[in-house]
């Protein structure tokens, strides 16, 4: 076989994306916080793009008249003559002053004793990490008056507690015959100590441990609380209260008023302490009653207004600017006209969508989550005039506030089946209600999938079958009836 190279030439067709519209799909999908931050970027990394000031009216300005308004120009074509000199004589620069720069040596600037350093101000000015769970106890552990194996014992201990506080592997995995620090006998020492930590319940191998920890730090007495969880936890767990009163000889009262005190412990202490994962939401648009309308407005007035440098503007254009500098200011200049039309783009597109999810869901903002109607994506792009993917784009991660609360914009977008009146309802709006015959059932005799599905179809909403209903209650982390039931 033959191997050898040939030249043809092929017609196709093939879409390619211009930096242009990568970048504004970029800008339209980003949140308003992570906006904020994209744009402080580009003015630390743009020359040209500056932040617009709020200019003021000649009746505002105080003492303006026109030999003033002359003395002001003047100064501002001196102030542009002095910066193209500036240009000029940087332009002109040639070899001489590399090899100035290199008979005189490394250039350090000199450093006043009483001038602040940027870098630690920067540094102390900076958050701290939050310490960890692994860190806040090995600081305990420290101050533990314990043998030498017993501490190396509690050390290898703490590395295996995992977020939650819970000791993650048995203890016969951490004892290693062939390593002579520290015996299986110390490993039961040192969890006890462990066991004593702040916070309480940490170090626990199972929930019943951990509540048992927790209960024999309490100053109350909780002895009845504690022979409750040691001896009867599964039929806690399964909500046996009839058996466990039967069995201990007392009422259910006494066990519902233990089991309100034990509601107060920690499950998973761990999580006390900690980097802290939430992050902070800022919703992107507005929505306001009015007149029994429903105003729709953006919630950007943190966004810096931007413009392009009139400067920078002259001298890209002027003759005496050098070649090079001329490209950089130019390929700058578009830089910042682009991400200036993407913003507004942006402010276009989100505020139509926003408009038109008020639009279909009136009956949401009017009556609550009962109302809420199958909106799938595709027909507010046909109201818009934008795409489908435009439409999840603007969308995504994107929050409205409004008098419902602060809510994420696909919410409003899901699909549903139309009830025995012919009235569409979202698949939202069938969660709403099941939650809402939970809520209104006996506690005494909770109800079970069936019967709710049979309550659902009371309501007008029909087609749901009993595994349907058991999704949504999952989804709704609702337990079943039995764990429901209140003795």
Same mark, same amino acid.
């Given at each position: 076989?033959?191997?050898? @190279?040939?030249?043809? @030439?092929?017609?196709?067709?093939?879409?390619?994306?211009?930096?242009?519209?990568?970048?504004?799909?970029?800008?339209?999908?980003?949140?308003?916080?992570?906006?904020?931050?994209?744009?402080?970027?580009?003015?630390?990394?743009?020359?040209?793009?500056?932040?617009?000031?709020? %200019?003021?009216?000649?009746?505002?300005?105080?003492?303006?008249?026109?030999?003033?308004?002359?003395?002001?120009?003047?100064?501002?074509?001196?102030?542009?003559?002095?910066? %193209?000199?500036?240009?000029? &004589?940087l332009a002109s620069l040639g070899e001489s002053y590399k090899e100035f720069m290199?008979?005189?040596?490394?250039? &350090?600037?000199?450093?006043?004793?009483? =001038?602040?350093?940027?870098?630690?101000?920067?540094?102390? +000015?900076?958050? !701290?990490?939050?310490?960890?769970?692994?860190?806040?106890?090995?600081?305990?552990?420290?101050?533990?008056?314990?043998?030498?194996?017993?501490?190396?014992?509690?050390?290898?201990?703490?590395?295996?507690?995992?977020?939650?506080?819970?000791?993650?592997?048995?203890?016969?995995?951490?004892?290693?015959? =062939?390593?002579?620090?520290?015996?299986?006998?110390?490993?039961?020492?040192?969890?006890?100590?462990?066991?004593?930590?702040?916070?309480?319940?940490?170090?626990?191998?199972?929930?019943?441990?951990?509540?048992?920890?927790?209960?024999?730090?309490?100053? =109350?007495?909780?002895?009845?609380?504690?022979?409750?969880?040691?001896?009867? @936890?599964?039929?806690?767990?399964?909500?046996?209260?009839?058996?466990?009163?039967?069995?201990?000889?007392?009422?259910?009262?006494?066990?519902?008023?233990?089991?309100?005190? @034990? %509601?107060?412990?920690?499950?998973?202490?761990?999580?006390?302490?900690?980097?802290?994962?939430?992050?902070?939401?800022?919703?992107?648009?507005?929505?306001?009653?009015?007149?029994?309308?429903? #105003?729709?407005?953006?919630?950007?007035?943190?966004?810096?207004?931007?413009?392009?440098?009139?400067?920078?503007?002259?001298?890209?254009? %002027? /003759?005496?600017? +050098?070649?090079?500098?001329?490209?950089?200011?130019?390929?700058?200049?578009?830089?910042?006209?682009?991400?200036?039309?993407?913003?507004?783009?942006?402010?276009?597109?989100?505020?139509?969508?926003?408009?038109?999810?008020?639009?279909?869901?009136?009956?949401?903002?009017?009556?609550?989550?009962?109302?809420? /109607?199958?909106?799938?994506?595709?027909?507010?792009?046909?109201?818009?005039?934008?795409?489908?993917?435009?439409?999840?784009? !603007? #969308?995504?991660?994107?929050?409205?506030?409004?008098?419902?609360?602060?809510?994420?914009?696909?919410?409003?977008?899901?699909?549903?089946?139309?009830? !025995?009146?012919?009235?569409?309802?979202?698949?939202?709006?069938?969660?709403?209600?099941?939650?809402?015959?939970?809520?209104?059932?006996? /506690?005494?005799?909770?109800?079970?999938?069936?019967?709710?599905?049979?309550?659902?179809?009371?309501?007008?909403?029909?087609?749901?079958?009993?595994?349907?209903?058991?999704?949504? &209650?999952?989804?709704?982390?609702?337990? !079943?009836? &039995?764990?429901?039931?209140?003795?």
């Open positions: 076989m033959k191997l050898e @190279m040939q030249r043809q @030439m092929r017609l196709e067709q093939r879409m390619v994306l211009a930096p242009r519209m990568i970048q504004s799909m970029e800008i339209l999908q980003l949140p308003i916080l992570a906006l904020q931050e994209r744009l402080e970027q580009e003015l630390n990394d743009n020359p040209v793009l500056e932040m617009e000031e709020p %200019s003021m009216s000649e009746a505002e300005s105080p003492g303006s008249s026109d030999e003033e308004g002359s003395d002001e120009e003047l100064n501002e074509k001196e102030m542009d003559n002095n910066k %193209s000199e500036d240009f000029q &004589r290199n008979e005189s040596g490394s250039f &350090r600037r000199r450093v006043r004793s009483d =001038e602040p350093d940027p870098k630690l101000q920067a540094i102390k +000015n900076t958050a !701290a990490l939050p310490q960890s769970l692994h860190e806040y106890l090995m600081e305990q552990w420290h101050l533990v008056d314990a043998e030498e194996p017993v501490k190396k014992a509690g050390k290898a201990i703490i590395d295996y507690i995992d977020d939650r506080g819970y000791l993650s592997v048995r203890l016969e995995q951490l004892h290693n015959k =062939e390593d002579k620090g520290y015996c299986f006998e110390d490993l039961q020492k040192s969890l006890g100590l462990v066991q004593k930590l702040e916070p309480a319940g940490v170090g626990a191998r199972n929930l019943k441990e951990c509540l048992l920890i927790q209960m024999s730090q309490i100053e =109350e007495d909780m002895s009845f609380e504690q022979n409750l969880v040691s001896e009867y @936890m599964n039929e806690l767990l399964a909500n046996c209260l009839p058996d466990i009163a039967k069995k201990l000889q007392c009422d259910i009262g006494q066990i519902n008023r233990a089991i309100e005190r @034990m %509601s107060k412990l920690d499950t998973s202490p761990g999580l006390q302490i900690g980097r802290n994962q939430n992050h902070p939401i800022s919703a992107d648009v507005v929505v306001e009653e009015s007149d029994g309308e429903y #105003v729709v407005r953006l919630a950007d007035n943190s966004l810096p207004s931007l413009t392009v440098s009139k400067y920078y503007e002259k001298v890209s254009k %002027s /003759k005496e600017t +050098n070649p090079k500098t001329k490209k950089f200011l130019k390929e700058k200049l578009q830089s910042a006209k682009w991400i200036i039309e993407a913003i507004e783009q942006r402010k276009r597109t989100l505020l139509n969508v926003s408009r038109a999810i008020v639009k279909f869901q009136k009956g949401f903002f009017d009556n609550g989550k009962l109302h809420l /109607k199958p909106l799938p994506m595709s027909k507010v792009a046909d109201e818009v005039g934008v795409h489908l993917a435009t439409v999840s784009r !603007a #969308v995504a991660g994107k929050y409205v506030q409004c008098h419902r609360g602060i809510l994420p914009l696909r919410k409003f977008f899901s699909g549903g089946t139309e009830d !025995a009146n012919g009235q569409a309802r979202s698949w939202e709006a069938i969660r709403a209600k099941l939650q809402q015959i939970i809520d209104n059932e006996d /506690k005494r005799k909770p109800l079970s999938d069936d019967q709710i599905r049979q309550e659902l179809s009371k309501s007008g909403i029909n087609h749901i079958a009993r595994r349907t209903v058991a999704k949504y &209650r999952n989804l709704l982390n609702i337990p !079943a009836g &039995r764990y429901r039931k209140k003795y």
